[in-house]
């Protein structure tokens, strides 16, 4: 499980699903800055005794180089891995508007053997076939699947979906001079979930992604935001202060853009962190 900030937020909701993981921060597992801690787990992975080994990058990542990595891992195990592909997930309500905003995500498309267009709910058909046709630009031998809340994991395990080929070695892009600013705010006052949306909305056009547990009322709550939607779950997961992950578009420059919007939005005193 990996996650470009340092605080995990995806990896106590899996685990609440009684899955054993590992889990990678600060950065993506395909960059050097944490291309042999990835390494390493592969390899601690291996001595289990597994069916399947899911490996969820972060959404920036780039895997343009997992079958350099895979190469290195089964030189250092009984029993190498076979690779069976690369699933991309896209989000049918913000591929159009970021695609060629981010480089990673056409990269992850080219990699891809099967692409999930999923929350296709959320769009009309026009913007589906057209999502399709750009995908099918991108890369036109992966296999398209449209979904919304897609379940139907076990109709994937076991398939080749790679046909025995890893994707073409390139240098990928996640490189620790180009790995974007990530933050976290922490507080321990109690918001209404409303105004709490309302920030994040303020600084989502800085953003790629803001997702964290927070509490309102008398419930914690898990936030996840990009682009114009954000997104409130009820949970059990209680931290000692409400915590919101930030990763930035713009660089160091978010933190005056947070701070601002804060300010704007509520009376009561947070903390940033870096990283």
Same mark, same amino acid.
């Given at each position: 499980?990996?996650?470009?900030?340092?605080?995990?937020?995806?990896?106590?909701?899996?685990? &609440? @699903?009684?899955? $054993?993981?590992?889990?990678?921060? %600060?950065?993506?597992?395909?960059?050097?800055?944490?291309?042999?801690?990835?390494?390493?787990?592969?390899?601690?992975? =291996?001595?289990?005794?597994?069916?399947?080994?899911?490996?969820?990058?972060?959404?920036?990542?780039?895997?343009?180089?997992?079958?350099?990595?895979?190469?290195?891992?089964?030189?250092?195990?009984?029993?190498?891995? /076979?690779?069976?592909? +690369?699933?991309?997930?896209?989000? =049918?309500? #913000?591929?159009?508007?970021?695609? $060629?905003?981010? $480089?990673?995500?056409?990269?992850?498309?080219?990699?891809?053997?099967?692409?999930?267009?999923?929350?296709?709910?959320?769009?009309?058909?026009? +913007?589906?076939?057209?999502?399709? $046709?750009?995908?099918?630009?991108?890369?036109?031998?992966?296999?398209?699947?449209?979904?919304?809340?897609?379940?139907?994991?076990?109709?994937?395990?076991? %398939?080749?979906?790679?046909?025995? &080929?890893?994707?073409?070695? %390139?240098?990928?892009?996640?490189?620790?001079?180009?790995?974007?600013?990530?933050?976290?705010? @922490?507080?321990?006052? @109690?918001?209404?979930?409303?105004?709490?949306?309302?920030?994040? &909305? =303020?600084?989502?056009?800085?953003?790629?992604?803001?997702?964290?547990?927070? #509490?309102?009322?008398?419930?914690?709550?898990?936030?996840?935001?990009?682009?114009?939607? /954000?997104?409130?779950?009820?949970?059990? %997961? #209680?931290?000692?202060?409400?915590?919101?992950?930030?990763?930035?578009?713009?660089?160091?420059?978010?933190?005056?853009?947070?701070?601002?919007?804060? &300010?704007?939005?509520?009376?009561?005193?947070?903390?940033?962190? @870096?990283?």
């Amino acid at each position: 499980m990996n996650e470009f900030g340092k605080v995990s937020i995806d990896g106590p909701i899996l685990k &609440k @699903n009684n899955m $054993e993981m590992i889990e990678l921060t %600060r950065g993506s597992i395909f960059c050097s800055c944490l291309t042999m801690a990835f390494a390493d787990a592969l390899i601690d992975m =291996a001595d289990k005794d597994l069916d399947y080994l899911i490996i969820e990058s972060s959404g920036l990542a780039d895997p343009s180089n997992i079958g350099e990595i895979l190469g290195g891992v089964s030189q250092n195990i009984d029993s190498p891995y /076979v690779y069976s592909g +690369s699933i991309t997930v896209v989000d =049918a309500s #913000q591929f159009l508007s970021s695609y $060629e905003e981010v $480089e990673t995500i056409v990269k992850q498309i080219e990699c891809s053997d099967l692409t999930l267009i999923n929350k296709v709910d959320l769009v009309d058909g026009e +913007s589906v076939q057209l999502i399709k $046709e750009k995908i099918l630009q991108i890369n036109p031998d992966t296999e398209l699947v449209e979904t919304s809340f897609f379940k139907e994991i076990e109709a994937i395990l076991g %398939r080749d979906l790679a046909k025995g &080929k890893y994707p073409e070695l %390139r240098a990928s892009l996640n490189t620790p001079e180009n790995k974007p600013k990530t933050m976290s705010i @922490n507080f321990t006052e @109690n918001v209404e979930k409303e105004q709490l949306k309302s920030f994040i &909305k =303020a600084i989502m056009k800085s953003a790629f992604r803001v997702k964290g547990f927070v #509490q309102s009322g008398e419930s914690w709550w898990e936030v996840h935001g990009v682009g114009d939607c /954000v997104d409130f779950y009820e949970t059990d %997961r #209680q931290l000692e202060a409400s915590t919101l992950v930030i990763i930035s578009k713009v660089g160091p420059e978010i933190i005056r853009t947070v701070d601002a919007a804060w &300010k704007g939005h509520f009376d009561i005193s947070m903390k940033m962190v @870096n990283g």
